[in-house]
């Protein structure tokens, strides 16, 4: 099987592997305890802690580490909305953010909250300018992710904070998709708190973090919550954290490489594309190269998948925790894309590992589905 879908999650990294079982073997002790063996565990703890704060280019006090971004968005929202600024009850976010931001958005509107769901450019950007018209003296929260997961468009996050620290408005970022591919550490400033997956980057499932500025007198979801300085329950995953912070050292030291590997590997997607007007791929103003949204042209993408998947071709249809799901995608719909047009996307990401070879074969496949008979209009 020729794996194509690594924006849905990573093999983990040999070295990250090593150092999780080493580390789950020599430093098993509950960080919280005050024995030695617990000490041992806490002085591992800070210490990743510290070099995960270097490498995001934040103040190690403002890390948190979590389950995973689904976790850390939730927190780091709530971290956010617990210590907001006014009695506003306004957020804005995008129309198409990961399934976790909308899933805590619908949430909070039963709590109260309104929330504007802003579209994107037809090339896949956030609109600065509709996104101030948005702002109301209520607002209180904005929360836009870095990368989108299913085109690769890299949001302004700068400009975007610029506008918002202007109006005194806190600004969450979701920056699952961008860490490990992109330096976080030159943008980290303008927000006020991110999000992070380990498996994104080549280390262990189940373990992330969560960003919230220091100078935020937050209030933690759960009362009673100790571990984390309160910000969330649970045992510390010592061996998870150990291991993602290996990963991310890695994956930060190789950015200017992998960044000409996907090119290299972007462009083969796109000479083939030109051959075929079945076949759209959506470009952005400005775009992760690793990551390619497409759709052939009377094809839903469910099928495509499932082809691609008998053809040996590890594909998605967009956002794995909406897998399985027949909806359109929502960022093809935030796009302006009819219900029809949206349910035909696919994506395709690539890794470290790949290589031409795997996307010519790939490009193969897809540019012969989209030009039989049996499928085009």
């Excluded at 150990?242 to 996907?262: C, F, N, P």
């Amino acid at each position: 099987m020729i794996y194509l879908d690594y924006a849905a999650t990573c093999p983990l990294d040999a070295d990250a592997g090593k150092t999780y079982i080493q580390a789950a073997t020599d430093y098993f002790g509950n960080s919280s305890s005050l024995h030695n063996s617990g000490g041992k565990a806490a002085d591992l703890l800070e210490s990743c802690r510290q070099e995960m704060a270097d490498l995001l280019g934040v103040v190690k006090a403002g890390i948190y580490f979590t389950s995973g971004g689904t976790e850390s968005n939730f927190l780091a929202i709530h971290a956010l909305l617990s210590a907001k600024k006014s009695a506003g009850n306004h957020i804005i976010t995008t129309e198409s953010e990961h399934s976790s931001i909308h899933g805590t958005m619908k949430w909070l509107e039963e709590k109260g909250y309104e929330v504007t769901y802003l579209p994107l450019t037809s090339k896949g950007m956030v609109d600065v300018a509709l996104l101030e018209a948005a702002i109301r003296p209520e607002t209180v929260l904005v929360s836009i992710q870095h990368v989108n997961a299913e085109i690769g468009s890299i949001q302004p996050i700068e400009m975007i904070g610029r506008v918002l620290k202007e109006k005194d408005i806190y600004f969450h970022s979701d920056m699952v998709q961008s860490f490990g591919k992109l330096d976080i550490s030159s943008i980290s400033y303008a927000v006020d708190a991110f999000s992070i997956s380990g498996h994104k980057f080549y280390g262990p499932k189940g373990i992330g973090l969560a960003y919230v500025s220091p100078k935020i007198p937050w209030t933690g979801f759960l009362p009673g919550t100790t571990h984390e300085k309160g910000f969330r329950p649970g045992t510390v995953n010592i061996a998870g954290i150990a291991g993602m912070t290996v990963a991310a050292q890695k994956s930060v030291r190789t950015l200017a490489e992998d960044a000409i590997h996907y090119q290299d590997l972007r462009k083969i997607v796109m000479e083939q594309a030109k051959l075929t007007d079945k076949l759209t791929v959506f470009q952005c103003e400005n775009q992760l190269a690793s990551i390619i949204g497409m759709r052939i042209h009377g094809l839903e993408g469910q099928m495509t998948m499932l082809e691609c998947n008998r053809s040996g071709f590890a594909i998605s249809t967009g956002s794995a925790c909406q897998t399985g799901q027949q909806a359109p995608s929502k960022t093809m719909k935030a796009l302006g894309l009819c219900d029809g047009e949206a349910k035909e996307f696919i994506r395709i990401s690539f890794g470290k590992q790949t290589s031409t070879a795997e996307v010519e074969a790939f490009v193969e496949t897809v540019y012969t589905l989209a030009t039989s008979k049996t499928w085009s209009k």
